[in-house]
């Protein structure tokens, strides 16, 4: 499986665009882009996956380079409560279960 | 709710005590997971399961961990002989099959063990 690479923190302003950057310079064509967030004492959340469009629902949006190599996740509308550490995820289709976590973002958002 | 239920939500117990952790996932999800986060580290994969059974054990630490999972729904992941290097929290995931679509997670039991 693909591995990211990701910025340690982030801070973003309350009601502002938060824009998390991935890379994933060695993810093959049969891989896809996962990002979950972790509230603290929580399990992790799904937001969003992606193989080659960008994509968008009710909690963000991704957008994936044409090259694949890299992708954003974005909250349009940052609140307090998307404060968490943010974990973008490469893997394949057929073994999809082996999800290789990294140590994520951790974003914070300030009022 | 409908979501992914563990179970219990904090258990402490004695080195050298076995422990069962129990996990409920979403109604009609054939694929479950489990995980173990230790403290600020990501997810470490434990195993998976596509209804009863379970094709990959691989991420299983050691012999003193096992789960089962029946009627293609609830999960119990045991753990003999605790040892204090198990103390983490548990994470249970359900998926409608395998392939792309993506995991739900529970609320993890955090085991601590004295």
């Known amino acids: 499986d693909a591995k990211t690479t990701q910025p340690t923190s982030m801070d973003c302003a309350e009601g502002r665009a938060a824009n998390l950057p991935c890379n994933h310079s060695?993810?093959?064509?049969?891989?896809?882009v996962y990002w979950y967030r972790q509230i603290h004492s929580q399990g992790p959340q799904y937001i969003i996956h992606g193989l080659k469009n960008n994509e968008t629902n009710e909690m963000a949006s991704l957008i994936i380079t044409e090259d694949r190599k890299s992708s954003t996740l974005i909250l349009p509308h940052a609140t307090l409560r998307d404060t968490a550490v943010y974990y973008c995820?490469?893997?394949?289709?057929?073994?999809?279960?082996?999800?290789?976590w990294g140590a994520g973002t951790k974003l914070i958002i300030k009022p | 709710g409908a979501g992914v239920s563990q179970s219990p939500s904090n258990k402490v117990t004695e080195k050298g005590k076995d422990v069962e952790l129990r996990c409920d996932p979403i109604?009609?999800?054939?694929?479950l997971y489990w995980y173990r986060q230790s403290l600020g580290q990501g997810l470490e994969f434990l195993i998976y399961f596509q209804g009863n059974s379970a094709p990959d054990k691989s991420g299983l630490p050691s012999d003193r961990f096992s789960a089962e999972r029946t009627g293609g729904s609830v999960s119990t992941l045991t753990i003999q002989r605790t040892q204090q290097e198990d103390s983490a929290v548990y994470l249970c995931a359900s998926s409608p099959d395998r392939g792309y679509q993506p995991q739900h997670f529970g609320d993890g039991t955090r085991l601590s063990i004295l």
């Open positions: 995820i490469v893997s394949p289709p057929k073994s999809n279960y082996q999800l290789i």
């Open positions: 109604s009609g999800h054939t694929a």
């Open positions: 060695t993810i093959s064509g049969n891989e896809y």
